[in-house]
């Protein structure tokens, strides 16, 4: 009996047991791919219940006999709630959460949520900028923030590009923004040494709010790059990338003489007869040469990238390899570089945390001559007459050839020939660069970090440029008796940094959170550079200085600088709808005088989640905030010691003796920005349609410019702080959602930015300050254009016209009447982007384009490829439209009456409006869908195709409109201004290959 009693208790309570508790289990994956998702909390909802998924995204969980309700969340993803019921098995789809990816923004020394941002920051992910084939990670943030214009320098492989944050913000110190990647500052020439494949996301930091907190280097704005760190990797992941592709220059929309054009231009305008004429018509040493085909050819571009991902409970690590050549359009042109990455975190102790970042780059870059003469190409290639063959020919047509059996270059009417120059005159720069930090994180108590991070910054780089014996140029600027130049030289770029950290958020009452931010930075750079020359090689094989018959010049020097720093910042939040923050930074640095060493910067901001207000409870409205900031901050000069008196020493009656040569100034300051904005952040219908709209005025007080002096005192100018500058501005971006399902998309997305600036003060004594074709003066934009206005031609006798400074016609032109044209400067008015992204379930669609105007360009090669007049520049050959010159009384819309001996005049007749628009990039690609992936063992396959600057429209431009710079060896490098053979854009397509293991 006693036994049939206790069979009876134990079934009982097993049958209770099994009523109170049972097991749910299923698999969680991602609605979009299929892919599976480990590391999912699901919670039973109301208790402390709760398990994540395993790698194969599976889970299992003991829930009521009752059921109840599983609650699944994960980064990045929408929550979702099941209510249990009677089933065992609850498998679940997790849509992405678009808002919540996207919702935490790198600022200065942290992160915010971007619903609780109360500055102008814009962010643009790694990924829009991994398949367009450019070297630099400046030139690919084109079009993708609004208020940041950015501009190709030129179309060298691995060029750099201009970027204008709200404007210009300086007329003599830099307008570059402040470039940080993982906390370490890097200089212009660094940019193409970062691999786009590495980069997890780019804050742009437009307003005073924003920038303040980075204090004496911010007045441009800052770019923070943040790169991958393995943190957002599901599982362990290995990833290789492929891509190939060709580049060719953007094609003129003019056209070149041929042979025949050109004789028949040149007998018309008096440069020949007509019998000479005939008999090159009728040469065979004189072939219609098109020097486009000849000089030119169709470049490449090729990358090859791996990398190694992943996190677990103690460690993150993102370990990456790449490759990436480029061969330019010109012979001779060519930037190769090879990367390696190694990101690492580990967790020491629950509270203390050891990592680090770094990247070590070997770049090779092989340039032509960017110079407005007969050694660069690209001025070659509309200079040479068409019928100039590339090598010397004889009277049947066949190369004449050298005593090595080599054919002779032709030299041509200009006396030398490039394409000999681009092979016997090579120059290579080589850099090496190792840029990293380690870091040490301790979290003691709840909500406080504290932080050191020490970093560096190398720069190594070697020149060389050989002028080879025997070569054309060398018989131009070479000794007969010494054959050869060679030119070295090395610099070598120390930089340190030292940031330290405290960083504390708390609620001190429910609803009110505060964080504060305290820290001190050190900043230190050694810089040393050598160069030698020598003359005299035995042979062009021989190229070390040791084999130069003597060493012609060598010098070496050093420089240094210094910022020490102190910041704080204190932000604040209420109920997640009100929030203000405050900063303060004070900067010492080692380039101004010994009474302004220090500067203090400071800002403040405020934002309202007003949707969050009861009385807008519109169901429509997701999300509506506005913001403003005011705000301090600051800029250095380009000069490491401006304000320092210098010696220079020299010999006088065999004695040494110290000259001056710089005049000191202890009182040069800080140039300070002082901006305020305002802006709105809005969302309907779940964020369908979303965007915001930011208004900013940025004033420059104290401006760094040579201030011309007394030619008594022995000197010309002396760098001070005169003058003050203005930009206002607007800047739009919208994004619609037209359509948004879980196999079909399509977003249109585009931004409008408007820039306006004044020169309100030059303490100058009411002078204007006159550069070469631009001057800057107060009520006037900067750098408005000066010239003489052209007036036409007199249609009586095709004479050039012009307008004296009262505003009356002459034909005789004069540069005292050259005066400031309103309005017209090489800065845009307005610029932006548009365009749209489309999937339809593994296959996407992105295409943007780029625009700007209001800008104009002195176009100095327009001037050049069609004179019909002046300087004999006609005996170079013509654009075709140069026929349309004054040939009889009466003829109107047509050039000057044609004459070999006219020089030709600055006006602004070759001034020209360079609005366009841009087809910047399209890519197109297909994602193979999960169920072959898992076939074949693999995370992920995609292949695109692409094309970049595939199409332009510019009405009133003559060539390319996107104007970077006119020459660096000519000294013309100022954003937009001229036109003059630098390396031209170029337009390309790639195809390539992304393969996840």
Same mark, same amino acid.
């Given at each position: 009996?006693?036994?049939?009693?206790?069979?009876?208790?134990?079934?009982?309570?097993?049958?209770?047991?099994?009523?109170?508790?049972?097991?749910?289990?299923?698999?969680?994956?991602?609605?979009?791919?299929?892919?599976?998702?480990?590391?999912?909390?699901?919670?039973?909802?109301?208790?402390?219940?709760?398990?994540?998924?395993?790698?194969?995204?599976?889970?299992?969980?003991?829930?009521?006999?009752?059921?109840?309700?599983?609650?699944?969340?994960?980064?990045?993803?929408?929550?979702?709630?099941?209510?249990?019921?009677?089933?065992?098995?609850?498998?679940?789809?997790?849509?992405?959460?678009?808002?919540?990816?996207?919702?935490?923004?790198?600022?200065?020394?942290?992160?915010?949520?971007?619903?609780?941002?109360?500055?102008?920051?814009?962010?643009?992910?790694?990924?829009?900028?991994?398949?367009?084939?450019?070297?630099?990670?400046?030139?690919?943030?084109?079009?993708?923030?609004?208020?940041?214009?950015?501009?190709?320098?030129?179309?060298?492989?691995?060029?750099?590009?201009?970027?204008?944050?709200?404007?210009?913000?300086?007329?003599?110190?830099?307008?570059?923004?402040?470039?940080?990647?993982?906390?370490?500052?890097?200089?212009?020439?660094?940019?193409?040494?970062?691999?786009?494949?590495?980069?997890?996301?780019?804050?742009?930091?437009?307003?005073?709010?924003?920038?303040?907190?980075?204090?004496?280097?911010?007045?441009?704005?800052?770019?923070?790059?943040?790169?991958?760190?393995?943190?957002?990797?599901?599982?362990?992941?290995?990833?290789?990338?492929?891509?190939?592709?060709?580049?060719?220059?953007?094609?003129?929309?003019?056209?070149?003489?041929?042979?025949?054009?050109?004789?028949?231009?040149?007998?018309?305008?008096?440069?020949?007869?007509?019998?000479?004429?005939?008999?090159?018509?009728?040469?065979?040493?004189?072939?219609?040469?098109?020097?486009?085909?000849?000089?030119?050819?169709?470049?490449?571009?090729?990358?090859?990238?791996?990398?190694?991902?992943?996190?677990?409970?103690?460690?993150?690590?993102?370990?990456?390899?790449?490759?990436?050549?480029?061969?330019?359009?010109?012979?001779?042109?060519?930037?190769?570089?090879?990367?390696?990455?190694?990101?690492?975190?580990?967790?020491?102790?629950?509270?203390?945390?050891?990592?680090?970042?770094?990247?070590?780059?070997?770049?090779?870059?092989?340039?032509?001559?960017?110079?407005?003469?007969?050694?660069?190409?690209?001025?070659?290639?509309?200079?040479?007459?068409?019928?100039?063959?590339?090598?010397?020919?004889?009277?049947?047509?066949?190369?004449?050839?050298?005593?090595?059996?080599?054919?002779?270059?032709?030299?041509?009417?200009?006396?030398?020939?490039?394409?000999?120059?681009?092979?016997?005159?090579?120059?290579?720069?080589?850099?090496?660069?190792?840029?990293?930090?380690?870091?040490?994180?301790?979290?003691?108590?709840?909500?406080?970090?504290?932080?050191?991070?020490?970093?560096?910054?190398?720069?190594?780089?070697?020149?060389?440029?050989?002028?080879?014996?025997?070569?054309?140029?060398?018989?131009?600027?070479?000794?007969?008796?010494?054959?050869?130049?060679?030119?070295?030289?090395?610099?070598?770029?120390?930089?340190?940094?030292?940031?330290?950290?405290?960083?504390?958020?708390?609620?001190?009452?429910?609803?009110?959170?505060?964080?504060?931010?305290?820290?001190?930075?050190?900043?230190?750079?050694?810089?040393?550079?050598?160069?030698?020359?020598?003359?005299?090689?035995?042979?062009?094989?021989?190229?070390?200085?040791?084999?130069?018959?003597?060493?012609?010049?060598?010098?070496?020097?050093?420089?240094?600088?210094?910022?020490?720093?102190?910041?704080?910042?204190?932000?604040?939040?209420?109920?997640?709808?009100?929030?203000?923050?405050?900063?303060?930074?004070?900067?010492?640095?080692?380039?101004?005088?010994?009474?302004?060493?220090?500067?203090?910067?400071?800002?403040?901001?405020?934002?309202?989640?007003?949707?969050?207000?009861?009385?807008?409870?519109?169901?429509?409205?997701?999300?509506?905030?506005?913001?403003?900031?005011?705000?301090?901050?600051?800029?250095?000069?380009?000069?490491?010691?401006?304000?320092?008196?210098?010696?220079?020493?020299?010999?006088?009656?065999?004695?040494?003796?110290?000259?001056?040569?710089?005049?000191?100034?202890?009182?040069?300051?800080?140039?300070?920005?002082?901006?305020?904005?305002?802006?709105?952040?809005?969302?309907?219908?779940?964020?369908?349609?979303?965007?915001?709209?930011?208004?900013?005025?940025?004033?420059?007080?104290?401006?760094?410019?040579?201030?011309?002096?007394?030619?008594?005192?022995?000197?010309?100018?002396?760098?001070?702080?005169?003058?003050?500058?203005?930009?206002?501005?607007?800047?739009?971006?919208?994004?619609?959602?037209?359509?948004?399902?879980?196999?079909?998309?399509?977003?249109?997305?585009?931004?409008?930015?408007?820039?306006?600036?004044?020169?309100?003060?030059?303490?100058?004594?009411?002078?204007?300050?006159? &550069?070469?074709?631009? %001057?800057?003066?107060? @009520?006037?934009? *900067?750098? $408005? =254009?000066?010239?003489? #206005? /052209?007036?036409?031609?007199?249609?009586?006798?095709?004479?050039?016209?012009?307008?004296?400074?009262?505003?009356?016609?002459?034909?005789?032109?004069?540069?005292?009447?050259?005066?400031?044209?309103?309005?017209?400067?090489?800065?845009?008015?307005?610029?932006?982007?548009?365009?749209?992204?489309?999937?339809?379930?593994?296959?996407?669609?992105?295409?943007?384009?780029?625009?700007?105007?209001?800008?104009?360009?002195?176009?100095?090669?327009?001037?050049?490829?069609?004179?019909?007049?002046?300087?004999?520049?006609?005996?170079?050959?013509?654009?075709?439209?140069?026929?349309?010159?004054?040939?009889?009384?009466? &003829?109107?819309?047509? %050039?000057?009456?044609? @004459?070999?001996? *006219?020089? $030709? =005049?600055?006006?602004? #007749? /070759?001034?020209?409006?360079?609005?366009?628009?841009?087809?910047?990039?399209?890519?197109?690609?297909?994602?193979?869908?999960?169920?072959?992936?898992?076939?074949?063992?693999?995370?992920?396959?995609?292949?695109?195709?692409?094309?970049?600057?595939?199409?332009?429209?510019?009405?009133?431009?003559?060539?390319?409109?996107?104007?970077?710079?006119?020459?660096?060896?000519?000294?013309?490098?100022?954003?937009?201004?001229?036109?003059?053979?630098?390396?031209?854009?170029?337009?390309?397509?790639?195809?390539?290959?992304?393969?996840?293991?």
């Amino acid at each position: 009996m006693k036994k049939i009693l206790l069979t009876c208790f134990m079934l009982v309570f097993v049958l209770y047991a099994w009523a109170q508790d049972r097991t749910v289990s299923g698999t969680v994956t991602d609605a979009e791919t299929g892919e599976a998702l480990p590391g999912v909390n699901v919670l039973l909802k109301g208790t402390g219940t709760g398990i994540t998924t395993d790698l194969d995204g599976n889970y299992k969980i003991s829930v009521p006999s009752d059921g109840g309700t599983l609650v699944f969340t994960f980064i990045g993803m929408e929550k979702v709630e099941v209510n249990i019921g009677a089933r065992s098995v609850i498998d679940v789809q997790m849509e992405t959460d678009v808002e919540q990816l996207s919702e935490v923004i790198v600022t200065g020394y942290g992160s915010v949520k971007r619903a609780d941002l109360t500055s102008s920051i814009s962010t643009v992910s790694g990924e829009d900028l991994q398949s367009i084939p450019i070297a630099g990670i400046d030139n690919l943030l084109q079009g993708k923030s609004p208020g940041v214009q950015v501009i190709n320098q030129n179309g060298a492989p691995g060029a750099n590009a201009y970027i204008r944050v709200r404007g210009v913000g300086s007329v003599n110190a830099s307008n570059e923004p402040l470039f940080i990647i993982d906390g370490i500052q890097l200089t212009s020439v660094q940019y193409n040494a970062i691999n786009p494949n590495d980069i997890q996301d780019i804050s742009i930091l437009k307003d005073a709010a924003a920038t303040s907190i980075y204090g004496a280097r911010a007045s441009n704005g800052v770019v923070l790059v943040t790169t991958k760190d393995g943190s957002r990797t599901k599982k362990p992941q290995v990833t290789y990338k492929y891509q190939m592709g060709a580049k060719e220059m953007i094609p003129n929309n003019f056209e070149m003489m041929n042979k025949e054009e050109k004789l028949r231009y040149e007998v018309e305008v008096g440069l020949r007869d007509e019998a000479s004429a005939e008999e090159l018509r009728n040469s065979l040493a004189a072939p219609d040469t098109d020097w486009f085909d000849v000089l030119l050819r169709r470049g490449s571009v090729q990358s090859h990238d791996l990398s190694f991902s992943g996190n677990g409970e103690k460690s993150k690590y993102f370990f990456s390899f790449g490759t990436y050549d480029e061969e330019g359009i010109s012979v001779g042109s060519k930037f190769s570089r090879i990367t390696g990455r190694a990101n690492t975190e580990f967790k020491l102790t629950d509270f203390l945390s050891f990592g680090n970042n770094l990247t070590v780059t070997n770049s090779t870059n092989n340039q032509t001559r960017d110079r407005n003469n007969v050694q660069n190409p690209f001025r070659a290639i509309y200079d040479y007459n068409p019928y100039e063959p590339e090598f010397i020919l004889d009277e049947e047509g066949n190369k004449e050839l050298d005593e090595n059996g080599d054919p002779i270059y032709n030299p041509t009417r200009q006396g030398f020939s490039i394409g000999e120059a681009l092979r016997k005159n090579p120059e290579e720069e080589k850099y090496t660069n190792a840029i990293g930090n380690v870091y040490l994180s301790a979290d003691p108590i709840e909500g406080l970090r504290i932080k050191s991070v020490a970093g560096i910054n190398y720069r190594l780089r070697n020149r060389e440029y050989y002028i080879m014996p025997g070569s054309i140029l060398d018989g131009y600027v070479g000794d007969p008796a010494a054959p050869g130049i060679k030119t070295d030289n090395n610099d070598v770029r120390n930089q340190f940094n030292w940031t330290n950290t405290v960083n504390y958020n708390f609620s001190p009452v429910e609803g009110h959170i505060i964080d504060v931010l305290g820290g001190t930075e050190l900043i230190t750079a050694d810089i040393r550079t050598s160069r030698i020359s020598s003359k005299g090689f035995p042979s062009e094989n021989f190229t070390t200085h040791d084999n130069a018959s003597e060493v012609t010049a060598g010098n070496t020097t050093r420089d240094q600088w210094a910022l020490w720093s102190q910041f704080g910042q204190v932000s604040y939040n209420l109920n997640e709808k009100y929030f203000a923050t405050g900063s303060i930074r004070r900067d010492g640095s080692s380039r101004f005088g010994a009474d302004q060493k220090y500067g203090i910067f400071w800002a403040t901001s405020a934002g309202w989640n007003i949707h969050d207000e009861s009385f807008l409870d519109f169901d429509f409205l997701s999300q509506f905030k506005i913001r403003g900031s005011v705000g301090t901050s600051g800029n250095v000069p380009n000069e490491l010691y401006a304000s320092r008196g210098f010696y220079g020493f020299g010999s006088y009656n065999n004695t040494v003796t110290r000259v001056p040569t710089q005049l000191e100034n202890k009182d040069l300051k800080w140039e300070e920005n002082f901006n305020y904005s305002v802006g709105v952040d809005f969302g309907v219908f779940n964020n369908r349609f979303s965007g915001s709209v930011d208004y900013y005025t940025r004033n420059t007080r104290d401006l760094l410019f040579n201030r011309p002096v007394s030619r008594t005192t022995g000197w010309t100018s002396r760098l001070e702080n005169i003058g003050e500058i203005v930009n206002t501005g607007i800047e739009v971006e919208l994004a619609y959602d037209i359509v948004r399902s879980r196999d079909f998309n399509f977003t249109l997305l585009g931004s409008v930015a408007t820039n306006d600036n004044e020169v309100l003060n030059l303490d100058n004594g009411g002078e204007d300050i006159v &550069d070469a074709f631009t %001057l800057l003066s107060e @009520g006037s934009k *900067v750098n $408005t =254009f000066y010239l003489v #206005r /052209y007036a036409g031609v007199n249609p009586a006798n095709g004479e050039e016209l012009f307008y004296n400074k009262d505003g009356e016609i002459t034909n005789s032109w004069s540069g005292d009447d050259a005066v400031a044209l309103d309005g017209k400067t090489p800065l845009p008015t307005y610029f932006g982007n548009f365009g749209f992204n489309t999937s339809y379930k593994g296959l996407a669609l992105n295409v943007n384009f780029y625009y700007q105007g209001g800008n104009y360009v002195y176009n100095i090669a327009y001037n050049s490829q069609q004179l019909a007049n002046g300087n004999n520049a006609a005996r170079s050959n013509q654009r075709v439209d140069a026929f349309n010159y004054w040939k009889e009384p009466g &003829d109107v819309d047509v %050039l000057p009456r044609p @004459g070999v001996d *006219v020089p $030709t =005049f600055t006006s602004d #007749r /070759y001034l020209q409006r360079a609005d366009f628009i841009r087809l910047r990039n399209v890519n197109l690609s297909y994602s193979l869908p999960k169920s072959i992936l898992d076939k074949i063992k693999l995370q992920g396959i995609q292949v695109f195709v692409q094309g970049t600057n595939l199409w332009t429209f510019n009405p009133f431009f003559d060539g390319d409109p996107e104007v970077g710079r006119g020459s660096a060896e000519s000294g013309l490098t100022q954003l937009g201004e001229v036109t003059l053979y630098t390396f031209p854009n170029t337009r390309g397509a790639t195809a390539g290959l992304n393969i996840t293991f």
